[in-house]
């Protein structure tokens, strides 16, 4: 048996390629829109990938099920619960799906979704009997589990969901031996979970033992615990859950739709017309020159996901990037289902250089130079855009908490008379704050290079909040 993880940093998401060596038989499990990488291998190692599984509708990206369907011809396959525009085979409780001496079978373990299956494998080289792996998709997560109040179906409340996973989790998954190794869909920073871990796999024996999910406590107490202190979820994530069930456009076809240069004037015209301008480009570069009412959201850092909370999924996007960082930044919009995408600016911020009037720039200041403002006693209100648990574990004494989820909604709340010093925990959340208040009126603003992070290392005072708490 031939066992491929691949794993995508930027949406904490694993995928797996699983196929038996002497047959040249493949199949995909939980795929990311952009098959290349899976073709690429079939071809190299011989394979056909013949099958693809979804463990369940996911929300947190586009799937690549229909992409391997139209250029694989692969068959998709889906928990018997699920319903969906496209052709798929539904499997249940014992389904088996074999090929050479491979051999899939289905557990349906429902409770992050009413459809959710776990695949369990089975090398047949070594064991018909033992598994080698389970596939647990979002039911079992390394140090942790689903969330059951992600998404909540018609007709289901999340503590209906949280019964089902307490089911699924200890009457299907840890009845598995302790050896299988367990193979999740995410990793740490995943929001479809609150402390997943980072390690590649664990077995379900480590599982048993360390999870903290998973110790004995009645059904009532996992409830309760498995739905309290989730993070936020993005909006994009029920646009995504839907889009998965859909027969739509491959991304291959959205590319060619979008991949498209754009003069400026276009781009203007555009966004007068409502249209959203997203600058991929590194902080340092955006603040120092961009096109007046962009938003940047960098390419280096979990770029979709962001994207995916700030933008409007409905309304048009231009994409300003570095010189040959184009497709990238379209087709990684594509990743969670942002096909709206007219085109991209033609040579840039080049295209500018003409129009001095269309660009804005944003000052950005170094945390032991924000310190000697604030010590001198300069009217300057500290504005930190991390979320209220970030805020409460360490922050600038006197500042102010607006997480950049909200601060579109809550802007109205920041005090407009005085400049603002923006940060957040590394540089990358603040500079997207930035761009959204320049958007909003606001000219005063210092972006504070390396957030939080550099004004501790600089050894400068922070207020514990939390610490606070559990000592009063």
């Known amino acids: 048996m031939f066992l491929q993880r691949y794993y995508l940093n930027c949406l904490a998401h694993a995928s797996y390629m699983v196929a038996d060596e002497e047959t040249g038989v493949a199949a995909i499990i939980d795929p990311q829109r952009d098959v290349d990488q899976y073709l690429e291998d079939a071809r190299e ?22 992409e391997l369907k139209e250029r694989a011809g692969a068959k998709i396959y889906l928990g018997a619960r699920a319903e969906a525009e496209f052709d798929f085979v539904p499997v249940k409780d014992g389904d088996t799906v074999e090929f050479g001496k491979v051999r899939l079978q289905v557990l349906e373990t429902p409770g992050h979704t009413p459809e959710s299956i776990s695949i369990v494998a089975y090398d047949l080289a070594k064991s018909d009997r033992e598994p080698f792996a389970v596939f647990t998709g979002d039911t079992l997560f390394i140090g942790d589990v689903g969330r059951p109040d992600l998404l909540a179906s018609i007709g289901y409340t999340s503590d209906q969901l949280a019964d089902m996973l307490y089911d699924s989790l200890h009457g299907k998954l840890m009845q598995l031996p302790d050896s299988t190794r367990v193979y999740p869909a995410h990793g740490a920073g995943s929001l479809c979970g609150k402390q997943l871990g980072d390690a590649e796999y664990s077995t379900i024996g ?16 996992f409830r309760r615990m498995v739905t309290a202190d989730q993070p936020e979820a993005p909006a994009y994530f029920v646009h995504d859950a839907i889009l998965n069930r859909k027969e739509r456009p491959v991304l291959d076809e959205v590319l060619r739709q979008n991949l498209r240069p754009l003069e400026l004037d276009e781009v203007l015209k555009i966004a007068e017309e409502g249209g959203q301008l997203l600058d991929t480009r590194r902080q340092v570069d955006f603040a120092g020159a961009h096109l007046k009412g962009s938003t940047n959201i960098p390419l280096e850092g979990r770029y979709a996901t962001w994207c995916g909370t700030i933008l409007d999924k409905d309304r048009p996007i ?23 995408v007219k085109g991209y600016l033609k040579d840039g911020i080049a295209a500018l250089q003409d129009r001095p009037e269309l660009i804005g ?8 130079a924000l310190a000697e403002k604030l010590r001198q006693g300069e009217d300057l209100l500290v504005l930190d855009v991390r ?8 922050h600038i004494e006197g500042s102010l ?19 603002l010093a923006v940060h957040c925990q590394s540089g990358y959340r603040s500079s997207i704050a930035c761009s959204l208040l320049e958007q909003a009126g606001r000219d005063d603003l210092f972006d504070v290079v390396g957030g939080i992070q550099a004004w501790i290392r600089a050894s400068l005072p922070v207020e514990d909040q939390t610490r606070a708490a559990a000592t009063s």
Not at 206 to 221: D, F, G, I, T, V
Request: net charge negative; charged share 30%.
């Open 401 to 419: 908490n607006v997480p950049l989820s909200h601060l579109r909604q809550r802007v109205d709340e920041i005090p407009a008379d005085k400049p």
């Open 387 to 394: 979320t209220e648990k970030e805020w409460q574990a360490g």
């Open 45 to 66: 190692h011989g394979f056909q990938i013949r099958y693809v599984f979804l463990t369940h509708f996911h929300a947190d990206f586009v799937a690549g099920h229909l």
């Open 206 to 221: 480590e599982q048993r033992k360390y999870n903290y999910a998973l110790q004995p406590m009645s059904r009532e107490e």
């Open 361 to 368: 720039t944003i000052a950005r200041i170094t945390a032991p």
């Open 318 to 340: 231009v994409v300003i990037a570095d010189e040959g960082r184009e497709e990238e930044s379209i087709m990684r919009l594509g990743r969670i289902g942002f096909d709206h």
